[in-house]
């Protein structure tokens, strides 16, 4: 990974050019950041289908407690807009570094926290309340800090390399689920079922601790970006025209942030399906062990990470809308394969169907970091991206595994097939509506 060529943006002679040193500590804070702040999230994912339901809810039906430990994982997403609300107006306000260091302590802090929970039948429905409210804090502080972490890679990265730089910091999703698999699968590896279900789960959770410590060091750090000094100098020499809140403002030209929650849709649920939803569906109707379906996830989410390196670079030479359709037409026309890949009940045929619709939503989401970042101003581009990374969690993947199970347990697998081509299909036909965004000047965009 070779070092960009940097120039200053325009309007930033002021603030300083941005340096090749300057550019690799905000891309390595960024990217480091987002892989720790996504293995907080995603380790809770994991074991909310295996583990938390038995201990956290009551009731004999394991089918229910699977539910209710899948709605608790979609909770999160409720708060994620939330967090994108409140941390993407500070965030335009006084800037992108605080929001990335607030965020990032929070979610550890809360992670952690649940690492020390008592179960409910040691202090009864407490355990319940007190697990779900960790759980909104996670989302709360997650909904903040992705946008910063792409936003200041797009702003100091070249225009003409965008694409590639952004999608770093994207790919901090998988590398944070392949972070969380393998702390689960070494733990599996070293405990019994028992002694993983009494307590070695909770250090899955407390692992965020040296996490926290980490990524507090590295983001500290982490430089402003030099696009946003450049604004806030402007806004400084004509302070009436942004009095409004950032938030107002995206809301105001709802174009963009439509366009962009309709591309979110279906790509934010195939995440869902091939990373959360799989696990409880190959374990629960399909007798796969628990280890051997982690493991086919952690190898996914290495092809997912491969993907979207791959498809934030081509989408510097073909253009972001190219990029995107591409995987999505492919992702539609995949999801009655991977179902019938996994009915086979092999675990050959499971790694491939997993592997392979990883693969290709991560081309359809390594581009969409530089593409959404593209679509907003300096003034509100915090507000306006964190809108749709965030907005699209509480439409798409917070109801996805939830909705998927009881598609299932109701009318059948195939009623699970078409919430996902219908829903891909909407991606498709949001991404033929939108514009080319490729090589803009993040300055100029009105």
């Keep these: ?5 940097l120039s200053p943006p325009a ?22 950041g ?24 009551p009731g004999d039906s394991g089918v229910a407690k699977l539910l209710l430990a899948l709605a608790t994982q979609g909770l999160g997403f409720v708060a994620r ?22 965020t990032f302590s929070m979610l550890g802090i809360a992670t952690a ?26 989302g709360f502080a997650l909904g903040g800090e992705f946008g910063a972490a792409v936003l200041l890679v797009s702003e100091y990265g070249e225009p003409r390399r965008r694409g590639f730089w952004a999608s ?28 993983f279900d009494q307590w070695g789960w909770r250090v899955a959770f407390l692992f965020a601790i040296p996490l926290l410590i980490v990524g507090y060091w590295v983001r500290r750090g982490v430089e402003e970006s030099p696009v946003f000094k450049a604004a806030q100098e402007q806004a400084a020499k004509t302070p009436e025209t942004h009095e409004r809140s950032s938030i107002l403002e995206a809301l105001s030209r709802p174009r963009p942030v439509l366009i962009g929650l309709g591309m979110r849709l279906g790509e934010n649920i195939a995440f869902y399906v091939y990373t959360v939803f799989v696990i409880a569906y190959a374990t629960t109707y399909h007798d796969f062990h628990r280890g051997d379906v982690i493991l ?70 390594g581009p969409e970091a530089a593409w959404i970042t593209e679509l907003f101003p300096t003034r509100y581009r915090y507000a306006g991206s964190s809108l ?5 969690s509480i439409i798409a993947g917070a109801p996805a595994p939830f909705i998927a199970v009881w598609l299932i347990e109701n009318f059948g697998v195939g009623t699970v097939i078409g919430y996902l081509v219908v829903t891909m299909a909407i991606t498709v036909t949001a991404l033929l509506f939108s514009k080319e965004t490729k090589g803009v000047d993040l300055d100029e965009v009105a």
């Design 113 to 138: 926290a649940i690492g020390l929970l008592p179960t409910y039948d040691q202090i009864g429905i407490w355990a319940t309340v007190a697990l779900v409210v960790l759980r909104m804090i996670q």
């Design 168 to 195: 770093w910091p994207q790919a901090g999703a998988p590398m944070g689920t392949v972070l969380a698999t393998v702390v689960v699968s070494v733990l599996g590896l070293f405990l019994s079922d028992q002694a």
């Design 81 to 102: 807009p939330l967090g994108g609300i409140v941390f993407g107006h500070l965030g335009d306000k006084f800037g992108r570094k605080p929001m990335l260091v607030a």
């Design 388 to 392: 749709v990374f965030q907005g699209s």
């Design 11 to 32: 309007g930033a002679a002021d603030t300083g050019t941005p340096t090749r040193s300057s550019f690799k500590r905000v891309l390595t804070g960024s990217m480091a």
């Design 34 to 57: 987002a892989v720790l702040e996504w293995y907080d999230f995603a380790i809770y994912g994991i074991l909310a289908a295996t583990v938390l339901g038995p201990l956290f809810f």
């Design 1 to 5: 990974m070779g070092s960009p060529t």
């Design 296 to 365: 086919a996830v952690t190898f996914a989410s290495l092809f997912q990470f491969v993907g979207m390196i791959g498809g934030g670079a081509w989408s510097d030479r073909v253009g972001r809308r190219t990029a995107m359709l591409v995987p999505a037409v492919i992702l539609v026309v995949w999801a009655p394969v991977f179902f019938w890949l996994v009915q086979q009940q092999s675990l050959t045929m499971l790694w491939v169907g997993v592997c392979v619709g990883a693969f290709f939503h991560g081309m359809l989401a």
